[in-house]
């Protein structure tokens, strides 16, 4: 523990000797906001500081504090993300279903913000672990489209089911159609 403190009142003494401690305490209040521990404050507004400040002086950089949960670091947006991705899955713990309807619920969930998505709804853990990769990655959600594509019976079979449904007269494939411009948006 003392090892810790020592750490932290150096940190403290070369902040305040920049004049930059000020806007360190600012970016800790700012994190504690979103329910972050101490240790996660400190080491998130640290990242910002040295971000913004990079040669330690407030003039180095010319970029202004981030306003109140605006701009703040992506170890914040991680931080967020991964506590999101861990409460989902708690959640849900205990369900099990089909690949095909883990993988449509999460091509239906890919842009909704994490606090839009109704946990009643989430079909498995899986399903949110999915969510929570592409929604890191842009490769990833690529790659999750492609294997997709592959759980997906083949447009003829599509078709042939959809003859045999009546829909106001109209055939429709919005969740293959919108894949397939999905697919190329991201190839481009």
């Known amino acids: 523990m003392p090892a810790r403190s020592s750490y932290r ?3 403290k003494e070369r902040y305040k000797r920049l004049n930059i401690w000020e806007d360190f305490v600012n970016l800790r209040y700012r994190y504690a906001e979103f329910g972050l521990t101490p240790a996660q404050t400190f080491a998130a507004a640290m ?3 040295e971000r913004l400040y990079p040669d330690g002086k407030p003039e180095s950089s010319g970029k202004p504090i981030p306003q109140k949960n605006k701009g703040l670091t992506p170890i914040m947006d ?3 993300h991964d506590d999101h991705v861990r409460r989902l899955i708690k959640l849900c713990s205990g369900r099990d279903a089909a690949p095909l309807k883990v993988f449509t619920w999460v091509y239906n969930h ?7 998505i109704c946990p009643d709804d989430i079909p498995s853990p899986g399903a949110v672990y999915h969510l929570g990769k592409i929604k890191k990655d842009d490769k990833a959600y690529q790659k999750f489209l492609s294997e997709f594509a592959k759980l997906l019976p083949p447009r003829s079979q599509l078709e042939e089911a959809e003859n045999r449904r009546t829909d106001d007269g109209r055939k429709v494939f919005t969740l293959l159609d919108q ?3 999905d697919l190329s948006h991201t190839k481009e």
């Open 9 to 11: 009142s150096r940190v």
């Open 47 to 49: 990242e910002e500081i």
């Open 78 to 80: 991680e931080i967020k």
């Open 110 to 116: 890919a842009g909704i913000p994490w606090e839009d």
């Open 179 to 181: 894949m397939e411009r």
